[in-house]
């Protein structure tokens, strides 16, 4: 089967509906606590603890600039039963800067096939493998070890809940660039059906919408994404929306782990309620595709990497820069396997 792409706008979304409705105190008092009760289900620390080994102290996100990685998981029961081991790929990953002095959020989409050390394991390989070798603490150390930045949060939300949330919010208002055929949540091929022009989207239509690969490139793709991101948001905050909050709630209820408290959670709210609609400067990393030792990868440029991780750094506020570490000396995935 072909294997499901996901996409990562929903997991950003649902860090913001916690965070602003958490805060909002126009909200009534049973809802706020039922998004607490839900934060409180989805805590689960990293192993390392709070601090990560590139910052000198914990971060506080209501006074520092933190960063918050976003990971995708496919953990559908239909995938589990049919991919075995590979349900625990991370489908999608971007990491999210916030700049506590102008409130400004940059996100880099990174790509999942990028070519990367993991030292989970202590060879180069895709960095999405990161999570299947070592779950969550994997993936964040293995990208942080990429960009040379630290990580101080994460959010980890699967693919069973996108549906649901678009629904609840009574679809979504979207000007589709193309017409196109894709497949549904299920697999079935040729179900969604999509025209050119705006019109509103259901969760499915959505869905497949962020997912399709044939129509633009990865770079196209990844910027189509982050413009959802926004319009979920708008839609999900907007006045139509609050008497299905419930129901948002409910649908992730059991789709959410994250390393932030409710009380770090509700300290975003500034960013969302700032006088200016909340936008995001859309960063991506530059590569081209290719083999290596029979395998396909995207290798990343290293100009475009080293600019990427001045421009984080700059975002948080890193005056000084920690001097990159030396890499050891590495070996393949298939010299390993020949051990």
Do not use: C
């Not at 009760?37 to 520092?64: C, F, M, W, Y």
């Not at 293995?142 to 649901?164: G, Q």
């Not at 959505?206 to 770079?219: M, V, W």
């Amino acid at each position: 089967m072909k294997r499901k792409r996901l996409t990562i706008f929903l997991w950003i979304v649902v860090f913001m509906i916690i965070a602003g409705l958490g805060a909002a105190g126009g909200y009534a008092i049973y809802l706020t606590n039922q998004v607490k009760e839900t934060a409180s289900d989805s805590h689960q620390e990293l192993d390392r603890g709070k601090k990560s080994d590139k910052r000198i102290e914990v971060v506080n996100p209501a006074t520092d600039h933190t960063s918050v990685l976003f990971v995708g998981i496919d953990d559908s029961e239909k995938r589990s039963e049919t991919s075995q081991d590979r349900d625990s790929l991370s489908d999608a990953l971007v990491l999210a800067t916030f700049n506590d002095d102008d409130k400004s959020v940059k996100m880099l989409s990174i790509p999942r096939d990028s070519y990367t050390y993991i030292p989970e394991v202590g060879y180069e390989d895709k960095i999405t493998h990161a999570h299947a070798f070592g779950g969550i603490d994997a993936t964040v150390e293995t990208v942080e070890r990429m960009l040379d930045i630290p990580v101080d949060y994460y959010v980890r939300l699967n693919f069973n809940s996108f549906v649901e949330v678009v629904n609840s919010i009574g679809g979504l208002s979207y000007d589709v660039p193309f017409d196109m055929t894709e497949q549904n949540s299920s697999d079935q091929a040729g179900a969604i059906e999509l025209e050119e022009g705006p019109q509103t989207l259901n969760g499915e239509e959505a869905l497949a919408l962020a997912r399709t690969r044939k129509y633009d490139s990865d770079l196209a793709r990844g910027e189509r994404q982050m413009a959802l991101i926004q319009e979920i948001f708008r839609e999900t905050m907007s006045a139509k929306s609050l008497n299905n909050f419930d129901a948002i709630l409910e649908s992730i209820n059991n789709n959410l782990k994250t390393n932030l408290t409710f009380e770090e959670m509700i300290t975003f709210k500034d960013y969302i309620l700032q006088k200016n609609e909340l936008t995001f400067d859309k960063m991506q990393l530059e590569g081209e595709g290719g083999y290596i030792d029979e395998g396909w990868y995207y290798q990343l440029e290293e100009e475009s990497l080293s600019e990427t991780t001045d421009e984080l750094k700059a975002h948080l506020g890193l005056s000084n820069p920690y001097v990159k570490e030396e890499e050891p000396d590495t070996m393949t995935k298939n010299e390993d396997d020949s051990m």
